[in-house]
T-cell receptor, first 112, second 114 residues
Framework: DAKTTQPNSMESNEEEPVHLPCNHS???????IHWYRQLPSQGPEYVIH???SNVNNRMASLAIAEDRKSSTLILHRATLRDAAVYYC?????????????FGTGTRLQVTL | EAQVTQNPRYLITVTGKKLTVTCSQN?????MSWYRQDPGLGLRQIYY???????DKGDVPEGYKVSRKEKRNFPLILESPSPNQTSLYFC?????????????FGDGTRLSIL
């Protein structure tokens, strides 16, 4: 599986936008980019995913670089409830395509 | 409400005493899987199932069994638990097998094997 690299931690002030980066320089042309987050004492939660184009949903936006070697998860207005570990994950075609390989993610702290 | 339900949420037991962690989803999903989460190792897949009666090993299947007799249920069985299976376990499901499918996770089961 292609690997992703994320910063260990980031901080943000409440009500401000947050940009969480992810590098995936070995991504293949058919790999999807997924973002999940894990709040304290909960299971991972799907946030967003995309292939080539930028994506928006009610939770966040996903900006994908033109060469697809990096992506950025954008939380438009961080709240205290967004404090979590955010995982950037690639998934590939194949027999275990639904397997998600979680790294260590980025721990986002949100302060007042 | 669409959800993945795991039971029990917490369990402390002793080595060798068979246990089953249940997982049920109400979304008519075909694909289900089990992960364990350990500090420093992230989440690792134990077993997965692409549909009823179809199961396969993930990355760390040793010491575990699963079954998929009904679409909604995917129990994880520890026939003879050992202390190295002390971990936080998550069940997940998605509409079907496929690399673009979002997955839904349960809230986890924390197992302590003494």
């Amino acid at each position: 599986d292609a690997k992703t690299t994320q910063p260990n931690s980031m901080e943000s002030n409440e009500e401000e936008p947050v940009h969480l980066p992810c590098n995936h320089s070995t991504i293949s042309g058919t790999d999807y980019i997924h973002w999940y987050r894990q709040l304290p004492s909960q299971g991972p939660e799907y946030v967003i995913h995309g292939l080539t184009s930028n994506v928006n949903n009610r939770m966040a936006s996903l900006a994908i670089a033109e060469d697809r070697k990096s992506s950025t998860l954008i939380l438009h207005r961080a709240t205290l409830r967004d404090a979590a570990v955010y995982y950037c994950i690639l998934s590939s075609r194949g027999g275990t395509a639904s397997k998600l390989t979680f790294g260590t993610g980025t721990r986002l702290q949100v302060t007042l | 409400e669409a959800q993945v339900t795991q039971n029990p949420r917490y369990l402390i037991t002793v080595t060798g005493k068979k246990l089953t962690v249940t997982c049920s989803q109400n979304m008519n999903h075909e694909y289900m899987s089990w992960y364990r989460q350990d500090p420093g190792l992230g989440l690792r897949q134990i077993y997965y199932s692409m549909n009823v009666e179809v199961t396969d090993k993930g990355d760390v299947p040793e010491g575990y069994k699963v079954s998929r007799k009904e679409k909604r249920n995917f129990p994880l069985i520890l026939e003879s638990p050992s202390p190295n299976q002390t971990s936080l376990y998550f069940c997940a499901s998605s509409y079907r097998q496929g690399y673009g499918q979002p997955q839904h996770f349960g809230d986890g089961t924390r197992l302590s094997i003494l």
